[in-house]
Structure formats: structure tokens, C-alpha cells
């Protein structure tokens, strides 16, 4: 079917004419579609640029080899763009929604959100996807007339369902769709569910690629591995007396390949057995249509186990999660005695602050704050008003 997203899609894909629009109408002229403006207003957000200095799995400054948060996000765009192109669907939403998914991480990956959500406890605690939602509707100021980005329904929608169908919509969640039903008990669109597996596909592949440079990893620990093994022996057969760093590259490459290739047929298959017509029909399925076929997802699960024990609870990254969380939760207890402080290293006034905490209180006022630190931002403020000496 063409139309003015200026390629096929099929017909249960989300067409850009057909957006239930944005929070704050905008009269446009330009020859962009509407996904296409989402994705370039996340990709000029600060946000956006924060994550370079964001740690993945390894602090920021370890190595520049090493994947960041936002070469992480640029990986799973990729692979989004990939995989909604071989499905024809809307390449720009899919691209808009995976640029956007990591938006809200704090300092120090999965540890700082670990810390900030104990901190925020009693307050409503603290995930990085409701910040990512939070950046974009109201946190980002770069417009005249609104705060936030102002994105389209349908992004913000695969946003909110990144990890499928909301049970249990947190605080914010709650106010948005009161004022925008998202439809929390239905499945997003098929780019949503797109954006959402290459999420997955790119970290559980291209952490194999960090771990084995890091010397974290060795190809004897994982030549056993589900996947693994068979890639490996099919490498051996090909080529002889490969460098091992060829060898792992190769490994990530054939691995991604394997997980694309999987979802993308598996996706079909299920698009026909489900008898899907529409986009209603997608949003109203049981489950989701973009899924691991049950062989490939059995053997997934213990790759990830395996990551879990031996790479991402590894001593040495163990020893920069405890770092991060002591930074996180001293800065956190200083700022919360001090809010002047806030001021000072912020770009908001105190005229701005003032509302805002009475509004919202000053715990979230906080964790918006050094959730939107970067690891060195976060390490440098600590020095400041600590005199600590801890470097990344």
C-alpha cells in the first residue's frame, strides 16, 4: 500500500496519515512525516546526547572500545530498522521508538537504576523507562510553547509498552493516559513490539563482542552455549587458524543473523495463524505477533543466564556498580538536605524549582536530576562536594 511514509507497508502497519496526533496540536509545512519529526527530536534532544557518556556494562571510561548507552541505542535502531523493513512496516516509527527506549537510564547502567529505585521508594520509585516518558513529555525543554518533545500517540505508545501490555501502569503512566488513552491493556503496534526485540537481540549479542575484549570472557567459557557451539564449529569448518578477536567478531555477527532471521519468520508465521488484518487486530492479539520462535527462545534464555552469572555479576563490573551506587545514593541524601544545591548545578531557577516541588516533591525533583547525570557528571559532583578523588 502506498502512501506518504514513500514505501509498501502492509496494511496492519502504523501509517503516519493515520496518527492520533500529539498532546499539543502543531501546524506543520515541512515534508517530513510525523515519526519522521519524532525521531529527529530525539535525536536533537540533550538527552539523546547524554547517553555517549552513559555506561552499558562497563564504566564509560574503561575503554573507548567498549559499547555506551548510546552506541547500545543506535544498535538496536539498526537492527529495528532491519527487521521492520523485512516486514514492511514503518521503518521511521520503528527507528523513532528504539532511539528513544534508553532515554531515561541514569548514571552507572542497571546499578544506578537499582539505587535510584530504592531511594525513590516511598516516592514512587524510579524506572528508566517511565523517565525515558518523562524526558520526552515534560522534562526536555527546547520548544516555545510546550515542555517535552511533544511526540506522536503512537511513540510514545511504544514507549510505554516496551516491555509489553501495562498491568500495572506506574504514577506518570497513569496521568498520561488519562489525558491520552494509551490502551494499556492492548499490545502496540507491530514497530513497538520491533523495537522492543532488537532491544534484546543487540544486547545479548553485542555483550558477547565487550566481554571477550574485555578478557571478561574467553572462547572456551561459552563454546558450549546453545547457538554458540554451532556457530563456532561452522567457523572451524570454514576457516582454519583464525585470530580468536576474528573469531568472536564473527561469533556476534552470525548471532544477530540468527536472532533477525528468527523473528522475522517467526513474525509471519504468526501474522497468518492469528489472522491478522489490522492494526486493531495486532493491539486486540492475546499475545504479541513479533516473537522467538519457542527452539530459538529456550536456547536464549540460558545465553542470558550464562551473561547474567558470568558477565554481568562479574567481580570487576561488581566493583564499578558498588561505585556508582555510593556516588548515586550520597548525591541523592546531600541534594535532598540541600535543594539550593539543585540550583546550582541545573539549569532551572529557583522560580522554576519552587513549583515543581510543590507539585511533584522534592525527591522526584532529585531523581530527575542525577538521573540525568552522566557517569563523569555524576563522579565530578560527588568530588565537589565530598572531596572525594574517584575517577571511572
Known sequence: MNNQD?????????????????????????????????????????????LKHKTQVFLNE?????????????EVSQISRSIAYALNLNEDLTEAIALSH???????????????????????GFDHNEQAIRITCILEKRYFKFSGLNLSWETIEGMIKHNGKVENPREYIKKLDKKF??????????????ASVAD??????????????????????IKNLPLI???????????????????????VRKLISIFVNDIISETKKNIKTNNIKSLDD????????????KEIYSKLKIIKSFLLNEMWHHSKVNASRKLGQKV?????????????????FSLSSKKELLPSIEREGIERLVSDKISSLTDRNAINIHNKYFNSNYSL
Do not use: W
Open 102 to 124: 534508553d532515554l531515561g537510564h541514569p548514571p552507572f547502567g542497571h546499578a544506578g537504576e537499582e539505587i535510584l529505585n530504592e531511594k525513590m521508594i516511598n516516592n514512587g
Open 282 to 293: 495486532v493491539r486486540s492479539c492475546d499475545k504479541r505477533t513479533v516473537l522467538f520462535s
Open 200 to 221: 534484546d537481540i543487540a544486547y545479548l549479542s553485542h555483550d558477547f563482542d565487550d566481554g571477550l575484549n574485555s578478557g571478561l570472557l574467553n572462547l572456551k567459557q
Open 6 to 50: 514513500n514505501r509498501f507497508l502492509v496494511k496492519f502497519a502504523s501509517f503516519s496519515e493515520n496518527s492520533k496526533g500529539r498532546f499539543f496540536r502543531e501546524s506543520s509545512n515541512d515534508l517530513r512525516t510525523c515519526f519522521q519529526r519524532d525521531r529527529d527530536r530525539i535525536l536533537h534532544s540533550a538527552a539523546f546526547r547524554r
Open 62 to 74: 574503561k575503554g573507548d572500545y567498549y559499547r555506551t548507552r548510546l552506541t547500545h541505542t543506535l
Open 181 to 194: 488513552n494509551f490502551e494499556l491493556q492492548k499490545n502496540s503496534s507491530l514497530e513497538g513490539q520491533v
Open 328 to 344: 548515586i545514593e550520597e548525591l541523592f541524601n546531600m541534594l535532598l538536605m540541600n535543594p539550593k544545591n539543585l540550583i546550582r
Open 229 to 251: 557451539e554451532e556457530i563456532l564449529l561452522q567457523l572451524k569448518k570454514e576457516k582454519i587458524n583464525i585470530p580468536d578477536q576474528i573469531i568472536g567478531h564473527e561469533m
